[in-house]
Every structure is written in structure tokens, then in C-alpha cells.
């Protein structure tokens, strides 16, 4: 650290010359110190430095070896998933379980439930109805799954086993699905306005069917089969009478000639 010299008559020229010489040599001292400092510093630390700066790099080494090792095998069970849809796609539903159940267990979430929705599905088409079950369990309950995968799990578990399940725990299942907005609100109000009917729920069942039948986002089959539903159940489900009519293909009548604001025609 520099020391401040020290000045006993500021106006004498001679101490003034004296003193800028003091300040060079103070500056030569404190670069050597700084010098001898620095030498010092590294004949104590240098070597703890050294290791761990070589520790540093080889765990930089390990962890980048090990991330591609992980994109690798990664990359390795997408292309499985891939070409596994292909065998689905051709209908060979044995080779679709067979090729996904190494992935089933996958650290992958998305490997790991598109597997299981893919030979859950394949153990559908071949009758095993409780595995397939038991699989869209798993994925449901998964909390590492994505969403969107885990609310169609759950619906398929409860389409795929409707009838074994009582009234009251479909509609628990499927209540945060079966609300208007959901991606999966038609097919969920559908099968929980059906297990209200079975639990005797009417009114329940009426303003799902109701509901289901007034949303036009919903595919056309399935506003047809609420509207049939609200009829029996005495529920208007009609906002727009040309409109279901046009999507019946029927043709709205003509007024008849005449007949304007309200005025029948001349007889």
C-alpha cells in the first residue's frame, strides 16, 4: 500500500522537490511489493489453484460428455417412438407393444407417455382392456407427464372402462375436463352427462347435453346426439333454429309472398 509522504513546509520549493522525487520512489517501491506479492501468492496458492481449475475443467469435460450421451440416447428412443407409429399405423398392433415396452420406464416424460399411450392403445385392439386401463392410469398420474397427456389418459381410462366404474366416479374423474373451453370438454361432458343419467341426475345431465349442444366449436355428430339427448330430457338446446337446420341440411322455407313484417298472406 502506498504511504503518503509527509510534507513540513508545503511552500518550500526545496520540500516540494523532495517530494515529488519521494513520490516516484514510493511508486517504484509499491510496484515491487505488488510484484513480490503477486510472486508470493502463487508460490503459496498456485498449486491448490492449479488443481482446482483442473478439477473445474475435467468436471466441464464430464458434464458435457454426459449431456451428450443424454441427447444421444435421447434422440435414440424419439426415433423408437417414431418408427413405432409406423407399425401402428399399419395395424400390427403385436410389434406396436413389443417395440414400446423398453420405453415404458424411459426418464424421458414425453418418451415414456407417448409409449405408454401407444401400447396402451395397440393392448386395446387386442382385447386386453385392463392392461390398456392400467396403463392410462399411470399416465394420468404421472405428474411429470404433460398435461395435455395426462387429461386424454384419463378420459380414455374412463371411456375405455365406462361400465365398470360407478356413476359417481366417472363424474369425478372427468369434472376438470368436462368444462365448457376444454380441449377435451365435448367427449368429457358427454360421458359424465351420461353417468349422471344412470345416477338418476336429470337436471344435470340436461344442462351438460344442453351445454355440449350450443357449443359450435364441438365436430357437428356430437351437437346432434346432445340436441337428441335435450329433447327427451325436455331441455331447449336450440339458439339458432336456421342454424341447425342448415347443419341438418335442410333448407329454411321461404316466406310466402305477401307475408312481410308479420302480415299473413292474402287468402
Do not use: C
Amino acid at each position: 500500500m502506498a504511504l503518503t509522504p509527509k510534507n513540513s513546509n508545503a511552500n518550500d520549493p526545496d520540500a516540494r522537490k523532495l517530494s515529488a522525487e519521494d513520490e516516484i520512489a514510493i511508486r517504484e517501491i509499491d510496484e515491487a511489493v505488488r510484484q513480490d506479492d503477486a510472486a508470493e501468492f502463487v508460490r503459496r496458492y498456485g498449486l491448490v489453484i492449479g488443481s482446482v481449475l483442473a478439477v473445474v475443467l475435467v468436471g466441464l469435460g464430464g458434464y458435457l460428455f454426459w449431456d451428450s450421451q443424454v441427447e444421444a440416447a435421447l434422440e435414440a428412443e424419439s426415433e423408437q417412438v417414431v418408427s413405432v407409429i409406423d407399425y401402428a399405423q399399419a395395424e400390427d398392433f403385436p410389434s406396436v407393444k413389443e417395440r414400446t415396452r423398453p420405453l415404458l420406464d424411459s426418464d424421458t416424460p414425453g418418451v415414456r407417455t407417448s409409449a405408454r399411450l401407444l401400447h396402451a392403445a395397440a393392448a386395446l385392439e387386442l382385447g386386453e382392456t385392463a392392461r390398456a386401463v392400467e396403463l392410462y392410469a399411470q399416465i394420468a398420474a404421472d405428474e411429470k407427464a404433460p398435461q395435455a397427456m395426462r387429461d386424454l389418459a384419463r378420459l380414455r381410462e374412463v371411456a375405455t372402462n365406462f361400465d365398470d366404474r360407478e356413476p359417481s366416479d366417472i363424474i369425478a374423474r372427468l369434472e376438470p375436463l368436462a368444462k365448457p373451453g376444454g380441449a377435451l370438454f365435448g367427449s368429457a361432458a358427454e360421458l359424465s352427462a351420461m353417468a349422471h343419467l344412470e345416477a338418476g341426475n336429470r337436471e344435470e345431465a340436461g344442462a351438460l347435453f344442453a351445454a355440449i349442444a350450443k357449443d359450435d366449436t364441438l365436430p357437428a355428430t356430437l351437437r346432434d346426439r346432445a340436441r337428441q339427448m335435450t329433447g327427451q330430457l325436455g331441455v331447449d338446446a336450440v339458439e339458432d333454429v336456421e342454424e341447425v337446420l342448415e347443419e341438418q341440411g335442410i333448407a329454411p322455407q321461404e316466406p310466402a309472398a305477401g307475408s312481410a313484417a308479420g302480415v299473413p298472406p292474402a287468402q
